[in-house]
Nanobody, 121 residues
Framework: QVQLVESGGGLVQPGGSLRLSCAASGSIFSINAMGWYRQAPGKQRELVAVIITGGNTNYADSVKGRFTISRDNAKNTVYLQMNSLKPEDTAVYYC???????????????WGQGTQVTVSS
């Protein structure tokens, strides 16, 4: 079984910063990619950022230059540093990972439980 546990959400004023963390644990053979989605009320879930094995990253246009994704492979943990936060960044942020549990298993997507980020004065 694989678990993703997130932390770091909360309430912050516009222009402020938050750092989200997501740690994967359990039966893990390899992790191909880790990333973050977010879902605001009444909106579809959207990809925020992803980091793949080797360190390549990709960001939504709306967060480029403000958010930075990083990964600690030894800890199976991904981070999302969010700076210059705006009210429109308010959403539930979900961590995900593409994980192979054994050498011969398929790669499956696993999700965290979600963490609320609220940007408001």
């Amino acid at each position: 079984q694989v678990q993703l546990v997130e932390s770091g959400g909360g309430l912050v004023q516009p222009g402020g910063s938050l750092r989200l963390s997501c740690a994967a644990s359990g039966s893990i053979f390899s992790i191909n990619a880790m990333g973050w989605y977010r879902q605001a009320p009444g909106k579809q879930r959207e990809l925020v950022a992803v980091i793949i094995t080797g360190g390549n990253t990709n960001y939504a246009d709306s967060v480029k230059g403000r958010f930075t994704i990083s990964r600690d492979n030894a800890k199976n943990t991904v981070y999302l540093q969010m700076n210059s936060l705006k009210p429109e960044d308010t959403a539930v942020y979900y961590c995900y990972a593409l994980i192979r549990t054994t050498l011969y298993s398929a790669v499956n997507r696993y999700w965290g439980q979600g963490t609320q980020v609220t940007v408001s004065s």
